[in-house]
T-cell receptor
Framework: DVKVTQSSRYLVKRTGEKVFLECVQDMDHENMFWYRQDPGLGLRLIYF???????EKGDIPEGYSVSREKKERFSLILESASTNQTSMYLC???????????????FGQGTRLTVV | GQQVMQIPQYQHVQEGEDFTTYCNSSTTLSNIQWYKQRPGGHPVFLIQLVKSGEVKKQKRLTFQFGEAKKNSSLHITATQTTDVGTYFC??????????????FGQGTILTVHP
């Protein structure tokens, strides 16, 4: 079974803090994603990585950065947390298969971040 | 990025009634995926459609991909309380440099009253 593990289920941080959300997958997937989920807005892509050290911005990258130093690990960094970054953060991974633009995405359990 | 619109946002049904959610794109999609997220859970992949006009069934769930590959639907026959959750469609980003980038619709929250 594919497993995508996020480091924390719940997190409370103060405004201005630097926050790290960690995600690890154990299936050797090339693609990894960070999404943010808010009521009525669905899943919005923050960043996407298709290989080690490779990243692409999603729809809402402002205020976030990412790091992918190893294939299995994808970190989301909030440089200076703000209250409008209070949300559910979901990490996902998928296989990159030649000839198939998308394959099934596997999600972690999510991190509920509250910035106070 | 690719805009994938999903309607309705909410649907309340009585157990035994049917349910349908629709997904629309402004551009042609090479494929579309559907996910289900149970309350308190994370999205779980249901199915992928690739061919124009494709119809796939999973027990009481029927998935369709439009002829123009710009829309898709998920229909549940005779809903059960176990069908409760949020249903998302997802499609590939148009253009861009990377392969595998996925964009999601806003989701339809299904409530089933026993």
């Amino acid at each position: 079974d594919v497993k995508v593990t996020q480091s924390s289920r719940y997190l409370v941080k103060r405004t201005g803090e630097k926050v790290f959300l960690e995600c690890v997958q154990d299936m050797d997937h090339e693609n990894m994603f960070w999404y943010r989920q808010d009521p009525g807005l669905g899943l919005r892509l923050i960043y996407f990585s298709y290989d080690v050290k490779m990243k692409e911005k999603g729809d809402i990258p402002e205020g976030y950065s990412v790091s992918r130093e190893k294939k299995e690990r994808f970190s989301l960094i909030l440089e200076s947390a703000s209250t409008n970054q209070t949300s559910m953060y979901l990490c996902a991974s998928s296989l990159s298969r030649w000839g198939s633009p998308n394959t099934e995405a596997f999600f972690g359990q999510g991190t509920r971040l509250t910035v106070v | 990025g690719q805009q994938v619109m999903q309607i309705p946002q909410y649907q309340h049904v009585q157990e035994g009634e049917d349910f349908t959610t629709y997904c629309n794109s402004s551009t042609t999609l090479s494929n579309i995926q559907w996910y289900k997220q149970r309350p308190g859970g994370h999205p779980v992949f249901l199915i992928q459609l690739v061919k124009s006009g494709e119809v796939k069934k999973q027990k009481r769930l029927t998935f369709q991909f439009g002829e123009a590959k710009k829309n898709s639907s998920l229909h549940i026959t005779a809903t059960q309380t176990t069908d409760v959750g949020t249903y998302f469609c997802a499609g590939p980003y148009a253009g861009g440099t990377s392969y595998g980038k996925l964009t999601f619709g806003q989701g339809t929250i299904l409530t089933v009253h026993p």
